[in-house]
């Protein structure tokens, strides 16, 4: 990525978190994992209802939170918002009327969102041709949290990245803040800003992704799978939960709120999961390695091996393992796409089809993500769309979430 999108920055804030809930997604995991490891074989028995929420056993007094419970906090934290928002707008029909800009002002915010839109063209093609099915509104206030997050993610990924210090990331928070109260710093913000005032669009989700920039930046290897889902939390499991709220959930859903973003929550974990699989030789050649640390000695690994690059059968039941988590996220996902509003199902579908595939690509290069980088080519991907959009009009069925939504 080139860098169009300008950088200016100002002072900061610390994210934090505040969880209680208990929440059980990764601990299953990671045991089905362990099981799969000791045995040697290649089969996991998932359970049903790997997202349903687990009181903690009296039994064990203040045990150390999961990752996953940290996050399920802002999951509900989202969710409450929605509700909130809801029933504030059933109350108050006039505050849709205030909202009505003023000529200028609305001209400027319209220049500032088409500037969003062609950055996302420009950086995303197909999930901008997606977009356009959606309504005006909603397709406007999503680029702009693209573009948001774009920009947050060059700040470490992009060319000026040797140069970003955490004193920076305080700075791009700070920023964060004020757009979030309604200073919005340059025209991205305002439209971003603008969209925060529309949609019940809580600040953790922003927050935790530039946290897991700070994180990117002090940390080259993951202990365990808790500490990995937690970073693909922040930087991607939160752009699940700040887009639906702006995509909307489907009028008809029967699902809970806290339900459909889980699911929005594991594509983001999934599709960052693959990123991982798919980067791992990139990565390794910058220092780095996003792998469980623990799951990797298990396998007989070490980071040595990953630095050699060699295809192992050690290597690729490790890889096979792998898989399968990221492939479960992606199921778990799927459950909650029908219950998005009509209109948005179509971007998140393709977006979910394509990027699974990319996991089937790391199979057909039988497991080389050292030297080989797995692709969906352009006729798979072709092909993708009109799945993509025979899923969207099959609509919502709200097979996995009870009780219904308030
Ligand atoms: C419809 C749709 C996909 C909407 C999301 C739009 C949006 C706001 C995208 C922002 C993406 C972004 C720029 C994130 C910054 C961090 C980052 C780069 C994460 C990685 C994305 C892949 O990008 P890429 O392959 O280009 O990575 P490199 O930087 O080149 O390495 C991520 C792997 C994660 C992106 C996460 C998502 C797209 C999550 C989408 C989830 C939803 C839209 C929720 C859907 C709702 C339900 C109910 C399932
Ligand atoms: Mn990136």
Redesign the pocket.
Known sequence: MSGVLPWVICPKENASFAATTSYSLVPKIRAQVRSHNSKGCSRLNFSSGVFAAASLSSAVANPPRSSVEKVYEVVLKQAALVKEQKKERALDVRKEKGQTDSMTRGDLLNGAYNRCGEVCAEYAKT?YL?TLLMTPERRRA?WA??VW??R??ELV?GPNASHITPKALDRWEQRLNELFEGRPYDMYDAALSNTVSKYPVDIQPFKDMIEGMRMDLKKSRYKDFDELYLYCYY??GT??L???PVMGIAPESKASTES?YN??LA??IA??LT?ILR?VGEDARRGRIYLPQDELAQAGLSDEDIFNGKVTDKWRSFMKVQIKRARMFFDE?EK??A??NDASRW??WA?LLLYKQILDSIEANDYDNFSKRAYVGKTKKFASLPVAYGRALMGGSSKFAKPARS
């Open positions: 999930f997606g999503v949290i693209y997050c774009r947050t993610d990924d930087v991607a752009v699940g700040m887009s639906v459909v699911a929005a594509l983001g599709n960052q990123n980067d996902a909650g796409v219950e998005l971007p998140v977006s």
